[in-house]
C-alpha cells in the first residue's frame, strides 16, 4: 500500500504541475476534499446495516464526485458548468447529469455488494483492486488507445477510493464472503464490463432525451 501511495502521489503531482489551476485540477481537488471529508467522517460515525447502506451510501458519494466532474467533464458536454451560468441553471444541468448517472451507480454497486457477499477481501485488497476495475470500465476507450497511460492509472482510481472506501468500512464487519479463487481477477472482468454496458445504456439514453449529438 506504501508503494501505490507514493505512485499516486506522484501521478498527483504530474497532474497538477500540467495542468496548473484549471477545469481539471479544480475537479481533483474538490474529490480529494471529499475523499478527506470521508476519512473524517469514517472515524466518527459507524451506522449499522448492510446492502442498502453501502448501496445508498455509495450512490450520494457518486452524485458528489459526479457534481465535482460538472467543472470539468460531465456526463454529456453540453451540461458543463459556464461562467455565465445561473444558480438556476447549474441546479438544472446537475439534475440531468444525476438523472442518467444515478440508475447506473445502482447497478454498479449492486454488482460490488454480489462481489463483497461471494469473496473475502482486505481493506488493501478492496481499495486497489475495486478502484481499478472501475478505472479500467470508465477509461476503457481511452486506456486501450494509449496503453501507456495505465502509468497514470492512481489518477482516476482516487475518483472512486472518495467514493466507496467509506461505504466498505461501515460494512465489512458483515460481510461473509469466503476466500474464493478468482477473487482478484473476477471484479477486474465483471466491473469493467458493467460500466460499458451502463456507459452504452447512458449514451443510448441520453441520444434519445436530445442531451447528446
Do not use: D, G, N
Given at each position: 500500500m506504501r508503494a501505490y501511495t507514493i505512485w499516486t502521489l506522484v501521478v498527483l503531482a504530474l497532474s497538477f504541475g500540467h495542468d496548473g489551476m484549471s477545469r481539471n485540477s479544480v475537479t481533483r481537488l474538490l474529490i480529494l476534499a471529499y475523499l478527506g471529508l470521508t476519512l473524517w467522517i469514517g472515524r466518527r460515525f459507524r451506522p449499522q446495516g448492510g446492502a442498502t447502506l453501502f448501496i445508498g451510501s455509495c450512490l450520494l458519494g457518486s452524485l458528489a464526485v459526479e457534481f465535482f466532474?460538472?467543472?470539468s467533464r460531465p456526463v454529456f458536454p453540453s451540461l458543463l458548468f459556464q461562467s455565465g451560468d445561473s444558480a438556476l441553471v447549474l441546479l438544472h444541468k446537475t439534475l440531468v447529469d444525476w438523472s442518467f448517472?444515478?440508475?447506473?451507480?445502482?447497478?454498479?454497486?449492486?454488482?460490488?455488494?454480489?462481489?463483497?457477499?461471494?469473496?473475502?477481501?482486505?481493506?488493501?485488497?478492496?481499495?486497489?483492486?475495486f478502484s481499478a476495475g472501475q478505472a479500467l470500465g470508465d477509461g476503457n476507450a481511452f486506456?486501450?488507445?494509449?496503453?501507456?497511460?495505465?502509468?497514470?492509472?492512481?489518477y482516476v482510481m482516487l475518483n472512486y477510493q472518495a467514493i466507496n472506501v467509506l461505504p466498505y468500512l461501515w460494512v465489512r464487519d458483515r460481510l461473509t464472503g469466503q476466500a474464493r479463487r478468482g477473487r482478484w481477477i473476477v471484479p477486474l472482468l465483471v466491473i469493467p464490463i458493467t460500466y460499458l454496458v451502463m456507459g452504452a445504456c447512458i449514451q443510448v439514453a441520453g441520444k434519445i432525451c436530445g442531451w447528446r449529438p
Open positions: 466532474y460538472m467543472f448517472t444515478a440508475p447506473a451507480y445502482v447497478v454498479i454497486y449492486a454488482v460490488f455488494w454480489r462481489l463483497l457477499a461471494r469473496y473475502q477481501y482486505s481493506l488493501t485488497e478492496y481499495v486497489l483492486i486506456f486501450m488507445a494509449q496503453p501507456a497511460m495505465l502509468l497514470l492509472i492512481p
